[in-house]
């Protein structure tokens, strides 16, 4: 009688819903599941990374660019710490991601085996659900259960613990069934819900359209922009969610996220109604909780989510409807148009001055990035991939390129350094024929760079801009505001990234000029090898509008003033 092992079974699980890729780091506490992965390499890709934190950060940014959930793969203790920042990464950007962890045998659990962590205690905030499967006959019901979890309501992160034992237990292969399952469907508002939130938006004299958030499909994209236009509606994308909508539209106004430009809070402080879908409203699109007052806005206030635990979390909406973006968007233009609407030069007068941020003083130094930004808007293909990881660097991207609707942005909500390396060798896998900028810093680079071995292994190389100050340019920003002149801790040394390349077996170049990039980018994105571009960017250039010394000038100048009252 055939039999199966519980590898066999779990691998059955992955093909029957959909899984054509699959990251990791190889672990012995898995080595079962590793077998049975190799008798189905011609249908499931398993990339194997460098380090755990990489490949769950490849595996976060498959899921927000497929919107299908990201399997990452990791062995027991150490192993799934390490990808646990990828799971709280996923968590903070509504992406769905399953983890699959290698575990200690069942029979010695609870012992402080070798390498033993209790996952439901170790994950338990930071992922929607944790298991552990003890049996390998519950595979299929339990998998089934973390697939629709991580999709559903607001989208997120699941984490499987794995026993070796169970993996390698075997069944009679008739015993377990296997099923393609059936799609999700998020919840639709009702006709009574939709006839409110127009009654509420045609009484709205300076709104605004704040979306983002996980869970949207390229039909729901294209249904908000069409509900935006036709309604002349100004739309302001959450934090690193530019790419929802196409901000070429005269209806884009920005985003809300870290560097908010002035005009833009001046924007949401003067707005009378706020129309949310998809957000949940966290500190970062509220700049602290301080531009909507907490419980209760001073604005008319419409909350739209997929999941009920957002609504009502920190603000209480005087509208909050359940339902997907999807769902909430195919609902709003079955509807009729609001007849004249009466914010139409409210929305011109927000485009005009989102459209006057895009270019910033002249830039210290002699590779002045604002430039370089102006050049990459006017000559990046339409269907550009940007990924980037965290740190000041980060404006250039998210504040000064226009995203078409055929463009993508993988960057993270919890502001993780690190991502963008892998997020853009999972683009380049997913996307293989598209063109994919990571953009990263000195600092952010050196956090996961060696991903870039995995990305040649693969045969799916990014380009690489490394912005290189010499700082960890955003803790020194901070530093320098509170401590202003007690520098400790943000000098950066870095190593030769053009003979890292090299050795890499990447292209390499070095830009000391702004009238160098436009060529050595175009050299980058025709090497089949990939690239990485360093650009000797000066550490005064700290903001687009702000330098480093100023920071420094003003702490010390509030300081001796506060000094002086104190005396007084």
């Known amino acids: 009688m055939a039999r199966k092992s519980g590898g066999e079974i779990l691998v059955d699980c992955l093909l029957a819903h959909g899984v054509d890729t699959m990251f990791g780091v190889p672990g012995e506490s898995y080595l079962p599941l590793l077998d049975a992965l190799y008798g189905v390499s011609d249908r499931l890709r398993t990339v194997m990374c460098r380090q755990e934190g990489g490949a769950g950060f490849m595996a976060e940014a498959y899921g927000k660019l497929t919107g299908r959930p990201g399997l990452c793969v990791v062995t027991r203790g150490p192993g799934a710490t390490n990808a646990s920042i990828a799971v709280h990464t996923a968590r903070q950007n509504s992406t769905p991601m399953i983890l699959l962890i290698g575990q200690v045998e069942r029979a010695a659990r609870h012992r402080e085996a070798f390498q033993e962590v209790d996952y439901a205690k170790f994950f338990g905030d930071m992922a929607k659900w944790v298991v552990e499967i003890d049996d390998p006959a519950r595979i299929p019901e339990l998998v089934g259960r973390a697939f629709q979890t991580a999709v559903s309501g607001r989208p997120g992160p699941v984490v499987i613990a794995l026993p070796e034992d169970m993996l390698s237990q075997t069944l009679p292969a008739e015993a377990v069934e296997v099923r393609m399952p059936g799609p999700y469907q998020a919840p639709a508002p009702s006709d009574a819900t939709m006839g409110s939130f127009f009654d509420h938006l045609s009484r709205a004299e300076r709104p605004l359209l704040l979306v983002g958030g996980g869970g949207w499909s390229q039909a729901g994209r294209r249904d908000l922009k069409a509900f935006a236009e036709q309604n002349d509606l100004p739309v302001l994308a959450g934090f690193r969610w530019q790419d929802l909508f196409d901000n070429h539209s005269d209806c884009y106004v920005g ?83 609001v007849p004249t609407p009466a914010w139409r030069n409210w929305r011109a007068q927000a485009r005009a001055d989102f459209l006057a941020q895009l270019t910033p003083p002249p830039q210290p130094g002699a590779v002045d990035m604002g430039d370089v930004m102006a050049w990459l808007r006017d000559h990046l293909p339409d269907d550009v991939i940007i990924t980037n990881g965290a740190g000041n660097f980060t404006i250039w991207p998210n504040k000064f390129y226009l995203f078409g609707e055929q463009a993508r942005l993988l960057a993270a909500q919890s502001g993780p350094m690190g991502y963008g390396v892998p997020a853009s060798v999972a683009a380049k896998i997913v996307e293989p024929d598209r063109t994919v900028v990571c953009f990263a810093g000195d600092g952010d680079f050196q956090m996961n760079g060696q991903e870039l071995m995995t990305a040649a292994q693969e045969g799916a190389q990014p380009v690489v801009i490394v912005l290189n100050n010499g700082i960890f340019g955003t803790i020194r920003m901070h530093q320098e505001r509170h401590y ?85």
Request: aromatic share 8%.
């Open 484 to 568: 202003p002149g007690r520098v400790m801790g943000t000098d950066l040394l870095s190593p030769d990234f053009q003979k890292l390349a090299q050795a890499y077996g990447y292209h390499g170049e070095r830009v000391a000029r702004t009238q160098d990039f436009p060529a050595a980018f175009e050299r980058a994105v025709a090497s089949k090898s990939g690239a990485i571009i360093e650009l000797m960017i000066d550490a005064e250039g700290i903001t687009p509008r702000q330098r480093l010394s100023q920071i420094r000038a003003e702490a010390v100048a509030k300081g001796q003033a506060r000094a002086a009252s104190k005396a007084d």
């Open 255 to 337: 985003d809300l996220g870290v560097g908010l430009f002035p005009v833009t809070r001046d924007l949401v402080e003067a707005a009378d109604a706020i129309f949310a879908v998809g957000l949940d409203l966290g500190e970062i699109l509220t700049q602290g909780y301080s531009l909507l007052s907490v419980p209760y806005p001073q604005q008319t206030l419409v909350h739209v989510h997929a999941s009920d635990g957002e609504l009502g979390k920190v603000y209480q909406p005087n509208l909050a409807i359940h339902a997907g973006p999807d769902t909430f968007f195919a609902a709003a233009l079955a509807r009729d148009k």
